[in-house]
């Protein structure tokens, strides 16, 4: 029982970590339709500043997150701008592509730079290890509770208490009703992709500090398992990220902790193919329907 | 003689709207019925319904097939196409990508003889299958007088001509009913003239039902035989142009309670 | 005079590829196209069966997949393994007929549950089929795991290969030009009314994959009896991607540039060979750039039609 309780831990820890990334897909994909297919990437990006950071600028673990969460938003602005803002009106599929291409321009951009072996992070954070009972928690994992807890309870308030937020939800509901509200789509829209890649960039130090190692290509899975993740609560729907993003860290750990670590992947992908077979709107998803 | 289309409390809801409402009525073969009706009655909906794109909420849609009556409300589209029945959309739905032709040669889809293989193999049957379609698809646009622009893009036709090429379209499907959804939106009085007479001339030379939505009462009232008339989803009235034109219900609906 | 296969056109097509073949077999005897360059004409060859098949579902029938590598690992691995077991051309041609049949299973599998879904959706579903073909791959006995299969007889011969190539390109193409073909393109153009017209959208959507999917499923088999060694790490998404940038560059919908981006991509990727990490980036800008500039590709949809090169001779016979 202690095993499972422990299994629950570590699962909401990696959960704790799609959710950040899934946040950004699904805010992205509420507002403008686009699977940004490289977010997974700016999460990379996250991953690999707080590593120059902490490694090469001797930072704290505070002021690296502080960095992180701001070249990455930053990026995912410049990105949205100069990639997707031209295609706003194109069709889905052309957009999908470009996101590939981003996608492989941050992968090997960086890898041409960085290298393409692993790199690992110095020790900000002290490495205790708490015992609560039945199960021990690591101060690693514990930051990383803390943090997301804090980072979704701002993104929340930002949604729903701001003026920007309220933009935000205008425009992915009517776009052409919020501009002829005196919304400025363009702003608001660059406003969702700085919020998202920011928490994307968190999300990349975090993992930084709990594996300890990163390379260059370190985005594609984790950000499929996170897109996963958003699909699964509810791709457009914030709590369904979360919501998602928990489960689907929960599942992998427990097919690593009872079944086989060969499979870990594979269990995310064949939930992604349940949802998309039995309801595709996720757990909190909106039905979404064409006119004849 | 058998009704063609049967329609028995027919309603559709969507979540707590009710667009279509305890709807009933009987067509005969031949017919050419206006539905009409103020903005927001139902009348896509209606179409809708009777075409597979919506399923019923309630009620029963009955078509005559080969002498049989066959419960047709719930089918899909490419279903109950397949049994005779072609639409036009309100919002033109031609295949932008395609010719003129090519557009016309899709509709025919269902009566084309041969299968993917014989298109692989190019077996004899694709050659001799191919020229009828060919054939038969020239016949549809010379008919609404499209031919000469047959290898132009779709989307390159003038409005007018659009509509006409979707009438082309189904007329290629070789239907007993034909539902128009709006034929006559957008045009000029010489054009509209133009589509009344066409309607007339295919409705005799292929035995067709019409159908038709219409917000143009000219055409509407010189051109149908019978009316029905929807109001927030519900029929509430249906006869002669003459009978609808005096028909105090239906004068509520279009100009309000005072008058 | 009800026409048939000997036409004109098809004359043309006969004589272009056996000019090419004879050309480029010459220049192989010659030593002219030596080994080295023998292995990227073989890899291009392989990429045009790929680009055709994967242009079929993607740029004639609209279905966005992404999990095109999935079969080609399913066809690279049937016959890597029964080959291994008989390794002559018959055990090659067994191998090929076992791909198809786990390729057209695996096809109806994923399609007929996901083809409902649009394009986003559809495209991430397709991309994790193919990565759970993958793992499980990786992960079997029989197929040696992560390590792959070595050993594999070179059984796919140059003429072979040829034939190969040609009946992909027939096949995609006499899909193209044919009514099922037609309605694939209608569902792509307007899928309510491709509907309304009479056409079984999931029918012809499962059809376009699968047909792609025995396709990808027989330039597999080819590519594992080419280079004696496969793993499960050459047919991962960026395979499948590799694959869309060819349907993509050309124009998605023309075969003729689904082609013609194959040989360039395939040469491209030689003669860069040493510059891995500039070459990605050079796809993905290019990539990026396209799709903003020209996102129809360079040739948009324009196909090589012999029949029209023919008619304007004729054309221009009579005018003079």
């Known amino acids: 029982m202690s095993q499972f309780l422990q299994q629950v831990i570590n699962g909401l820890s990696l959960g704790s970590i799609y959710a950040l990334i899934a946040l950004g897909y699904t805010m992205v994909y509420g507002i403008i339709k686009l699977i940004n297919f490289a977010h997974g990437d700016v999460y990379m990006v996250g991953a690999y500043t707080a590593f120059i950071c902490t490694a090469w600028l001797g930072f704290g673990f505070f002021p690296a997150l502080i960095a992180s969460m701001v070249v990455c938003g930053l990026l995912g602005v410049l990105i949205e701008r100069l990639a997707y803002k031209p295609l706003r009106k194109a069709p889905r599929i052309t957009a999908l592509i470009t996101a590939i291409g981003v996608s492989y321009i941050l992968e090997y951009t ?183 | 003689m058998e009704p063609v289309l049967q329609v028995k409390n027919l309603s559709r809801h969507f979540g707590g709207l009710t667009a279509v409402a305890n709807v009933s009525f009987d067509i005969q073969p031949g017919e050419l019925i206006g539905l009409i009706g103020p903005n927001g009655a139902g009348k896509t909906t209606l179409f809708n319904l009777l075409t597979g794109v919506y399923e019923p909420s309630e009620g029963l849609i009955e078509m005559d097939v080969d002498g049989k009556p066959t419960q047709i409300g719930g089918l899909p589209p490419y279903k109950i196409t397949d049994l005779g029945v072609a639409r036009t959309f309100q919002n033109i739905r031609l295949f932008r990508e395609m010719t003129v032709l090519e557009n016309v040669k899709v509709a025919m889809h269902r009566n084309i003889r041969y299968g993917v293989i014989s298109a692989i193999l190019r077996l004899p049957k694709y050659y001799s299958e191919e020229r009828w379609v060919e054939e038969k698809a020239c016949e549809y646009l010379k008919e609404v007088g499209l031919y000469a622009k047959r290898n132009e893009l779709s989307v390159n036709l003038p409005y007018g001509e659009q509509r006409k090429l979707e009438i082309a379209r189904a007329l290629a499907i070789q239907p007993k009913i034909l539902y128009l959804d709006e034929p006559a939106a957008g045009m000029n009085p010489q054009e509209t003239a133009d589509l009344t007479a066409l309607i007339h001339r295919i409705r005799k030379k292929y035995g067709l039902t019409v159908i038709l939505i219409e917000h143009d009462m000219s055409l509407v009232m010189k051109i149908c035989e019978r009316i029905f008339v929807l109001d927030y989803g519900k029929l509430i009235a249906s006869g002669s142009p003459e009978e609808i034109r005096k028909n105090e219900f239906v004068i509520k609906a279009y100009l309000g309670e005072e008058i | ?73 399913i066809g690279a691995y049937s016959a890597g393994v029964i080959t291994k077991m008989i390794p002559n051309y018959g055990g ?121 999917a025995l396709i990808a499923s027989l330039a597999g088999a080819l590519f594992a009896c080419s280079f004696y060694v496969i793993k499960p790490s ?43 990490d500039l070459r990605m980036i050079i796809y993905g800008l290019a990539l990026v750039i396209m799709m903003i500039f020209k996102p129809n590709g360079l040739l948009g949809k324009r196909e090589l039609s012999f029949k029209r090169i023919l008619a304007r001779r004729e054309a221009g016979k009579e005018a003079s």
Request: proline share 3%; net charge positive; hydrophobic share 55%.
């Open chain 1, 110 to 292: 960086m890898q041409y730079f960085m290298g393409s072996e692993v790199r690992t992070y110095p020790n900000v954070l002290p490495k205790t290890t708490y015992q609560l009972g039945p199960v021990s928690v690591t101060t690693h994992q514990i930051y990383i509770f803390a943090i997301t807890i804090v980072l979704m309870v701002t993104l929340q308030f930002i949604i729903s208490k701001t003026r920007m937020g309220r933009a935000m939800r205008a425009v992915s509901v009517d776009e052409q009703a919020a501009e002829l509200m005196g919304i400025n789509v363009d702003t608001t829209i660059s406003f969702t992709f700085l919020l998202g890649s920011a928490l994307a960039g968190a999300a990349g130090i975090l993992v930084g500090i709990y594996y300890n190692t990163i390379n260059p290509l370190m985005g594609l899975t984790p950000g499929l398992k996170a897109f996963v993740a958003a699909v699964f609560g509810g791709i457009g729907s914030v709590p369904g990220a979360v919501i998602g993003g928990l489960f689907i860290g929960i599942a992998e750990t427990m097919v690593v902790a009872y079944g086989s670590s060969l499979y870990r992947d594979a269990i995310v992908y064949a939930i992604l193919i349940v949802v998309l077979i039995v309801k595709p709107t996720g757990l909190l998803g909106k039905n979404q329907r064409e006119k004849v």
């Open chain 3, 1 to 73: 005079m009800p026409k048939s296969v000997f036409t004109k056109e098809n004359l043309c097509w006969v004589i272009l590829s056996v000019v090419l073949f004879g050309v480029l077999t010459l220049l192989m005897q010659a030593g002219i196209i030596n080994s080295y360059y023998r292995i990227t004409l073989f890899n291009i060859c392989i990429n045009i069966m790929l680009a055709v098949s994967l242009n079929l579902v993607i740029g004639i029938c609209g279905q966005f997949s992404l999990g095109h590598a999935g079969f080609m690992c």
């Open chain 3, 92 to 212: 090659l041609l067994l191998g090929i007929l076992v791909g198809f049949a786990i390729s057209a299973v695996a096809a109806l599998i994923v399609s007929v549950p996901t083809l409902r879904l649009k394009g986003d959706y559809l495209a991430i579903a397709t991309l994790g089929f193919a990565e759970i073909i993958r793992i499980l791959v990786q992960n079997m006995t029989i197929t040696n795991g992560a390590a792959g299969l070595s050993g594999i007889p070179a059984l796919t011969t140059w003429p072979i290969l040829i034939v190969g190539v040609i009946v992909a390109i027939a096949v995609c193409s006499n899909v193209m030009r044919s009514a099922p073909g037609r309605a694939c393109l209608a569902i792509q153009d307007d899928e309510i009314a491709a509907e309304a017209m009479g056409i079984n959208t999931t029918k012809y959507k499962v059809m376009a994959f699968v047909i792609g």
């Open chain 3, 234 to 276: 050459q047919f991962t998404f960026n395979r499948s991607i590799d694959i869309l940038v060819m349907v993509v560059f050309g124009g998605m919908g023309s075969m003729t540039s689904s082609v013609l981006a194959a040989i360039a991509i395939g040469l491209l990727n030689t003669i860069l060979q040493n510059f891995t």
